[in-house]
């Protein structure tokens, strides 16, 4: 069983930046490709980012294309999401999730989820 922690969420002013982090248990993690949904209130969760088990190959959203860059760290069993130029549309809570023993990047095929982080810009 993989656990995923995700940390770095916070409020920060619109036009800020955060770097969103997911530590991932166990010894697998470079066997999963990993990614990042997010979800507003009253809105699904939506795809952000994703990231071939290698971290060759990544995937965005348009909404954030051009402002994110998701990279991985196999060493370190974690995942993170640099997210710059921040709007208040980006306000969501971040869930990191991983499709365990796949490397692709295929939106439905995550099956593993963290508990999420809040990230706030203000106006």
């Known amino acids: 069983q993989v656990q995923l922690v995700e940390s770095g969420g916070g409020l920060v002013q619109a036009g800020g930046s955060l770097r969103l982090s997911c530590a991932a248990s166990?010894?697998?993690?470079?066997?999963?490709?990993m990614g990042w949904f997010r979800q507003a209130p009253g809105m699904e969760r939506e795809f952000v980012a994703g990231i071939s088990c290698n971290g060759v190959s990544t995937y965005y959203a348009d909404s954030v294309k051009g402002r994110s860059t998701i990279s991985r760290d196999n060493a370190k069993n974690t995942v993170y999401l640099q997210m710059n130029s921040l709007k208040p549309e980006d306000t969501a809570v971040y869930y990191c999730?991983?499709?365990?023993?796949?490397?692709?990047?295929?939106?439905?095929?995550?099956?593993?989820w963290g508990q999420g982080t809040q990230v706030t810009v203000s106006s």
């Open positions: 999730t991983a499709s365990l023993f796949y490397c692709g990047v295929i939106k439905n095929r995550y099956n593993t």
């Open positions: 166990g010894r697998t993690f470079s066997s999963h490709a």
